[in-house]
């Protein structure tokens, strides 16, 4: 499959410096980036066994104070606050590596997902109600393993959520402490931000993670995605990550002052390594956590280089592997639904029916492509030059230097009865159609090529805008089980979306909305602006534009937008579901919490990273304060 100019990414990791020699002879970029990524994983895991070889049998077992479970995108922050202070020795333990030079360069975004050396590459169970265009209908979901986690992996977005949003987990939880008021301090807390809206009252100037203004804001496509919202009345240019609105315009990236990825590897990691209190240890893989006669959690066995190995703690370990392999994790530990322990041959040690129940995640579907009559999008192998890579390497600007989401906002749908809490997220890509085109998709979508080439052919060379909507506040629940009691078999992962018929209802009135904003407003019109006239593969049967025709879209488009959440849900003591208290301890186990995603008891309405980020942060606050007076957990071992 044809993909952007190989031509013009060899040039500029040859202007970068790339460590290793560059195959001149790939076919396409993903295969060269692909290829690249196995090498430089090997390379990066034979240098770290060497410098950081195993423990002898012989040699005294280490204890530390705490114990991080995944250096992802939490677990990078709760690693580096609790070791700033002195008095704790710190251990944390992740699955995979460093991320490498072509996850800091943003464009390259797309090219490095499903690669087997740095991605979990979950599947999903075979899909009955959606994703009908899928290869097998099956889903991947792609997740980084590596420090930095998704934040190193994703597509740059800095999105916060609704503040109503947090104030339902508050709600939920019965703690206040979790509404949006409170949690600000912490949104701020780890800004660096240089973004298009600075305000002291949302922003923060002085943290670890810089966030940089969207550069995609000056694309003539960007600006008639915002003329044609405010021609239908909606507000533009507003900050989503203040308190957000029904409103349209570029997002905030997270990108460095020297236009790389930010991610909490770069930001909370990699400048605390010499921390003399503080260990990492890399492609260390957790098996189980140890619990004691008392079910207080002791310790963690973990994997590295073939061998398995214990390590002690004195306090607290701090589960943050991610929705998917905590609850993993968890259960495999004998914590978790004691049913479904036993069918896989566990004994339940803490029967907590909710662990790996209550996924959710936001389903994302496609409409497109909206074709213009002038030149007004981006065509790779028509606009992609050398100069673009000479400037990233000089300047750190221009191509490379943004991800492929042109613009986004935020609606209610017909079914959202207050209009003031927006449950759809739209996201424009200011992509024409050409040969890359179904490359590009399909990094998203995981359809059938033949789908994606039948459908593209008769528009082949011609300008156009795709557009995406996000289900943001999705009913339909799913779930996380274990395949068997060996932890090196994967999870079965049931999305089980448009569960609930609301959702599908929803997510067409957002395919909908699109097609209105881009074939009706008079802006667009001044383009020739026109949704392509055949028939999406498989919705043939339908009328064309109909609500059946959209709904069909809907379920043959739909996919993970790779936000699982909800697995180990932060509750009240009586929410017989709950996993978590609002401390994030693992109910029923002493010295055991959990710091991710996975605690989020109903989905954020936007992008994940960001509140998990803040996640991490409030992990650390909460975890510190518990242990001001040093014998709180302590115990010998």
């Known amino acids: 499959m044809a993909d952007i100019p190989i031509g013009v990414i060899i040039y500029l990791l040859q202007l970068l410096n790339f460590p290793l020699p560059i195959p001149q002879n790939a076919d396409s970029v993903n295969s060269l980036i692909g290829n690249l990524t196995t090498l430089l994983s090997q390379k990066h895991l034979e240098s770290d066994l060497l410098l950081h070889p195993n423990p002898s049998h012989s040699a005294p077992l280490e204890i530390y104070d705490f114990i991080v479970v995944g250096g992802g995108t939490a677990g990078a922050i709760v690693a580096n606050r609790l070791s700033a202070d002195k008095k704790y020795r710190v251990l944390l333990l992740e699955a995979g590596g460093d991320p490498s030079i072509l996850n800091f360069i943003p464009g390259l975004t797309p090219f490095n997902m499903y690669h087997e050396s740095t991605d979990w590459l979950h599947t999903t169970v075979p899909l009955k109600e959606y994703g009908l265009a899928k290869k097998d209908k099956v889903g991947i979901w792609t997740r980084f393993k590596g420090l930095g986690g998704c934040s190193a992996h994703n597509w740059l977005v800095y999105n916060r959520?609704?503040?109503?949003?947090?104030?339902?987990?508050?709600?939920?939880?019965?703690?206040?402490?979790?509404?949006?008021?409170?949690?600000?301090?912490?949104?701020?807390?780890?800004?660096?931000?240089?973004?298009a809206y600075p305000n002291d009252k949302y922003h923060g100037k002085d943290g670890p993670f810089h966030i940089s203004q969207n550069a995609n804001e000056l694309q003539d496509c960007v600006q008639l995605w915002e003329a044609a919202a405010q021609e239908l009345g909606y507000k533009i240019k507003a900050d989503f990550n203040s308190r957000q609105e029904q409103s349209f315009g570029t997002t905030d990236l997270k990108t460095t002052k020297d236009g790389g990825r930010s991610d909490t590897y770069t930001a909370y990691i990699k400048p605390i390594l010499k921390r003399p209190n503080f260990k990492v240890i890399r492609h260390a893989y957790v098996h189980k956590i140890e619990l004691d006669s008392q079910n207080r959690a002791i310790g963690?066995?973990?994997?590295?280089?073939?061998?398995?190995?214990?390590?002690?703690?004195r306090k607290e370990i701090i589960v943050s592997g991610g929705t998917i392999n905590t609850p993993q994790l968890l259960m495999l530990s004998g914590i978790g639904p004691a049913t479904h322990l036993k069918s896989v041959g566990i004994i339940p040690k803490i029967d907590l029916p909710g662990v790996g129940q209550n996924l959710q995640d936001h389903p994302f579907a496609m409409v497109g492509p909206f074709l213009f009559d002038k030149p007004i999008s981006h065509l790779p192998n028509r606009d992609l030059k050398m100069e673009d890579a000479e400037e990233y390497a000089s300047k750190r600007t221009g191509y490379f230097s943004v991800n492929a989401i042109g613009a986004s906002g935020f609606i209610s749908s017909s079914l959202e009865s207050s209009q003031q809490w927006a449950d759809l997220q739209l996201f424009q890509f200011n992509m024409g159609v050409e040969t890359a085109t179904p490359f590009f998709v399909n990094q998203?979508?995981?359809?059938?090529?033949?789908?994606?080439?039948?459908?593209?052919?008769?528009?082949?060379?011609?300008?156009?805008?795709?557009?995406?909507?996000?289900?943001?506040?999705?009913?339909?629940?799913?779930?996380?089980?274990?395949?068997?009691?060996?932890?090196?078999?994967?999870p079965i992962i049931d999305p089980n979306y448009y569960s609930h018929p609301d959702d599908i209802t929803v997510h067409a009135d957002g395919i909908k909305f699109l097609a209105n904003l881009y074939e009706n407003t008079k802006i667009y019109k001044k383009y020739g602006t026109r949704l392509a006239s055949n028939k999406f593969p498989g919705c043939e049967g339908e009328v064309f534009k109909s609500d059946g025709y959209w709904e069909c879209l809907v379920r043959q488009t739909s996919t993970t937008l790779f936000h699982p959440t909800g697995t180990c849900k932060m509750g009240q003591a009586e929410d017989p579901m709950a996993v978590v208290d609002t401390q994030l301890r693992v109910f029923n186990v002493k010295g055991l919490r959990?710091?991710?995603?996975?605690?989020?008891?109903?989905?954020?309405?936007?992008?994940?990273?960001?509140?998990?980020?803040?996640?991490?942060?409030?992990?650390?606050?909460?975890?510190?304060s518990d242990h001001i007076n040093s014998d709180y957990v302590h115990h010998e071992l």
């Not at 109503?164 to 931000?193: C, M, P, Q, T």
């Not at 963690?300 to 703690?313: D, Q, S």
């Not at 008769?458 to 799913?478: E, Q, W």
């Open 594 to 624: 959990v710091a991710d995603a996975s605690i989020m008891p109903v989905i954020t309405n936007a992008n994940l990273n960001t509140p998990t980020m803040v996640i991490g942060e409030k992990a650390a606050d909460l975890i510190l």
């Open 444 to 490: 998203l979508f995981g359809l059938k090529n033949s789908v994606l080439h039948t459908y593209f052919e008769p528009h082949m060379n011609t300008d156009a805008n795709f557009a995406a909507v996000s289900l943001g506040r999705p009913k339909s629940v799913g779930s996380i089980t274990l395949a068997s009691n060996n932890p090196e078999d994967k």
């Open 300 to 313: 963690v066995v973990y994997k590295r280089n073939g061998e398995l190995i214990t390590a002690k703690c």
């Open 161 to 195: 959520g609704h503040p109503k949003d947090f104030d339902n987990w508050a709600d939920i939880s019965g703690d206040v402490e979790w509404n949006y008021d409170h949690l600000l301090k912490y949104f701020k807390r780890l800004e660096d931000y240089e973004g």
